[in-house]
């Protein structure tokens, strides 16, 4: 009698195990869920990016980086290595000085580079469809908020890290025919994510201004490793 109930509760205890792992594997906890329990996230160990002073730049934050930044550090690539510290991204100039904007009048928007910190696409970015904030990011709405930013990294993984289905974002990017840009081929690496940002902006302030001093071939940012 007592091997009977013995065997009954060995066999119902083995059929929830399987229950609960076929679960775990069917359907994995997104990354940004609390109970996230999965592999570290892309660019954080070791950090894609420290400041100038070596602090590591987190996965995300509710503080704006205060010093500049030194991306690449984690850089398979021997000919495009770490940025040169004479090429450290300074956030504070490229938020809040005309001279660093595309077109000389207009402060850079938060959400032109950290895009997904918006409920919906602004108009002529309709081709953005991933939306991660009840609220469009300002310097205001961080300070109110405190709702943390995440780093381009949580999504955009540099090439050499395997690939998932949702990241690195599989997809190409069709722009709108008036702005005359090709299309964007996907995945959408590192690489691909942040050169775009930078360099694109980067080559129309120099047409604006011959005078303007952009990083924009390669060894204006990375350092060649011998
Ligand atoms: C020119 C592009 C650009 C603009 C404009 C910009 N940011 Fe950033 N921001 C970045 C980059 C690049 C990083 C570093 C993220 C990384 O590691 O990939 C960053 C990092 C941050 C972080 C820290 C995130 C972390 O993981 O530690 C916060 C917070 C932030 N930005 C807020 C803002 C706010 C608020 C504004 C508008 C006032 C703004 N940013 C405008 C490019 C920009
Ligand atoms: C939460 C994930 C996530 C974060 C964080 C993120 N991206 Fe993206 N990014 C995407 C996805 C997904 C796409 C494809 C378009 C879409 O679905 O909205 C994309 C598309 C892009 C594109 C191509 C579209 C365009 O606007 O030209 C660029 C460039 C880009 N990201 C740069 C960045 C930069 C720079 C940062 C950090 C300041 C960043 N991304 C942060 C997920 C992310
Ligand atoms: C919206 C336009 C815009 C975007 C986006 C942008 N930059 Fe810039 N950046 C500029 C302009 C304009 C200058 C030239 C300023 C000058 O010569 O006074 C500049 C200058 C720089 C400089 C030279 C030092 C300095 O601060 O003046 C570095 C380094 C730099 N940018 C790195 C980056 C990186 C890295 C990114 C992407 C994460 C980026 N920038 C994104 C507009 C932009
Ligand atoms: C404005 C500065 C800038 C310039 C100019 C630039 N890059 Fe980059 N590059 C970046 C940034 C920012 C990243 C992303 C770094 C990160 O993930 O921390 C990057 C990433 C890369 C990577 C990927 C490294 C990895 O993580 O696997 C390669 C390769 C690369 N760049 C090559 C080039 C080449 C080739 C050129 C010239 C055609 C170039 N870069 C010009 C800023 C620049």
Same mark, same amino acid.
């Given at each position: 009698m007592k091997l009977k109930i013995l065997i009954i509760l060995i066999v119902t205890l083995g059929y929830m195990m399987v229950t609960i792992v076929n679960k775990a594997a069917s359907s994995p906890v997104p990354y940004n869920t609390p109970t996230y329990t999965g /592999? +570290?996230?892309?660019?954080?160990? +070791?950090?894609?990016a420290v400041d100038i002073d070596g602090k590591p730049i987190p996965e995300s934050s509710a503080e704006q980086p205060s010093k500049p930044i030194i991306f690449a550090k984690d850089s398979p690539n021997k000919s495009y290595g770490e940025f040169k510290r004479t090429a450290a991204f300074d956030h504070n100039k490229h938020t809040t000085s005309l001279t660093h904007s595309i077109d000389g009048k207009t402060l850079t928007a938060c959400v032109e580079c950290h895009h997904t910190e918006q409920p919906s696409a602004p108009k002529g970015q309709e081709y953005l469809k991933r939306f991660e904030r009840k609220e469009v990011l300002t310097a205001q709405q961080l300070e109110t908020s405190k709702e943390p930013v995440k780093s381009c990294r949580v999504c955009h993984w540099q090439d050499s890290t395997p690939k998932t /289905?949702?990241? +690195? +974002?599989p997809m190409d990017i069709t722009y709108p025919k008036e702005t005359g840009k090709a299309v964007l081929k996907g995945p959408l690496t590192n690489m691909i994510a942040y050169h775009t940002n930078c360099l694109e902006c980067h080559r129309v302030a120099k047409k604006r201004d011959p005078k303007l001093k952009p990083p924009t071939v390669c060894g204006d940012c990375h350092v060649k490793k011998t």
């Open positions: /592999a +570290p996230i892309d660019g954080q160990n +070791p950090p894609h /289905a949702e990241f +690195p +974002p």
